[in-house]
């Protein structure tokens, strides 16, 4: 079974970091393009951060550049979203989700993709 699991979730307060971890089973993550997007209540999906199939690109969104890294370890199973200097405005689920190739790092070109369940951040001030 084709599943995606995401993990790491919870309280941060704000100026905080937080990583967090998705788990692939069913499949391996190499060769793949994997993004992280996030919807806060109220607000449309987002795209967070992107990574393509080969490593070399890799997109944040304007509210994350130079507060987030997007990786994938070497068990090729596994990638991560590391955010720093966490804000209020970070509150929101975080979903990883994989497609054959990076088009845009936007929910609708990730449509035909695996996505996981989601998980909850909070950031308090």
């Known amino acids: 079974q084709v599943q995606l699991v995401e993990s790491g979730g919870g309280f941060v307060r704000s100026g905080e970091s937080r990583r967090l971890t998705c788990v692939a089973s069913?499949?391996?993550?190499?060769?793949?393009?994997i993004g992280w997007f996030r919807q806060a209540p109220g607000k449309e999906r987002e795209g967070v951060a992107c990574i393509n199939n080969s490593d070399k690109y890799t997109y944040y969104a304007d509210s994350m550049k130079g507060r987030a890294t997007i990786s994938r370890g070497s068990d090729k199973s596994t990638a991560y979203l590391q955010m720093n200097s966490m804000k209020t405005e970070d509150t929101a689920v975080y979903y990883c989700a994989t497609d054959v190739y990076l088009q845009a790092c936007t929910p609708d070109d990730f449509r035909l993709g695996n996505w996981g369940q989601g998980t909850q951040v909070v950031v308090s001030s």
């Open positions: 069913g499949f391996t993550l190499d060769n793949h393009a």
